[in-house]
């Protein structure tokens, strides 16, 4: 079982918004500002969407954002388009006992 | 533009020790922002991070994988290397190296993966 908990599968149709969510604890989440975001297609290797809950890597299109409340981070998807057919990974660091967790992924579908 | 590549053997039998080595190409390991990271990926399940070194050689560990695991680095050799012990079939997985900037989760950078069965 994953440390954070996001929804096996989200979907939605080419143009529109959608928001993933990644719930953690205030020990990891609700604690750090360190939440990041991972896309990762089949067979390929995770790509950082987000880091620092809001912040987005160079080359990554501004479709993508990150947002917390509570213990609760989201990655919104505006304008979905077909390549973002993909699955996605938020993590968060939990403390220096813990480090970094993984939530178990959400299959995004294009419909 | 930073590249990893993971390498090793592609299995192991249960009870040995697994071990992978990263070579880093396009920059160097012993930048002191960076944290050299393995991930794992079990198949058809989500990511589960073991661990990351500073070139400087202080290291960090999953928890539940501390009493197995060690990762070191070579900086002349621009490479940092996983080794994990007592394996069995739930070991099976992708092995991912990548660089987290700043030990901030910011893994901008993996390497392929590479995947590791554990079987006799």
């Known amino acids: 079982q994953s440390a954070l908990t996001q929804p096996p599968s989200a979907s939605e149709s080419p143009g529109q918004s959608v928001t993933i969510s990644c719930t953690g604890t205030?020990?990891?989440?609700?604690?750090?500002?360190?939440v990041s975001w991972y896309q990762q297609h089949p067979g390929k290797a995770p790509k950082l969407l987000i880091y620092?809950?809001?912040k987005r890597p160079s080359g990554v299109p501004d479709r993508f954002s990150g947002s917390k409340s509570g213990n609760t981070a989201s990655l919104t998807v505006s304008g979905v388009l077909a390549e973002d057919e993909a699955d996605y990974y938020c993590?968060?660091?939990?403390?220096?006992?813990?480090?970094?967790?993984f939530g178990g992924g959400t299959k995004l579908t294009v419909l | 533009q930073v590249q990893l590549q993971e390498s090793g053997p592609g299995l192991v039998k249960p009870s040995q020790t697994l071990s992978l080595t990263c070579t880093v190409s396009?920059?160097?390991?012993?930048?002191?922002?960076?944290?050299w990271t393995w991930i794992r990926q079990h198949p058809g399940k989500g990511l589960e991070w073991i661990g990351y070194?500073?070139?400087?050689?202080?290291?960090y560990y999953n928890p539940s994988l501390r009493s197995r695991v060690s990762i070191s680095v070579d900086t002349s050799k621009n490479q940092f290397s996983l080794k994990l012990s007592s394996v069995t079939a739930a070991d099976t997985a992708v092995y991912y190296c990548?660089?987290?900037?700043?030990?901030?989760?910011?893994?901008?950078?993996w390497g392929q993966g590479t995947l590791v069965t554990i079987s006799s």
């Open positions: 993590s968060s660091y939990g403390g220096s006992s813990t480090f970094w967790v």
């Open positions: 620092e809950v809001t």
């Open positions: 205030s020990s990891d989440v609700g604690a750090y500002n360190y």
């Open positions: 990548a660089r987290d900037s700043e030990a901030a989760g910011n893994v901008d950078s």
């Open positions: 396009g920059g160097s390991i012993s930048s002191s922002n960076f944290y």
């Open positions: 070194i500073h070139y400087s050689g202080s290291t």
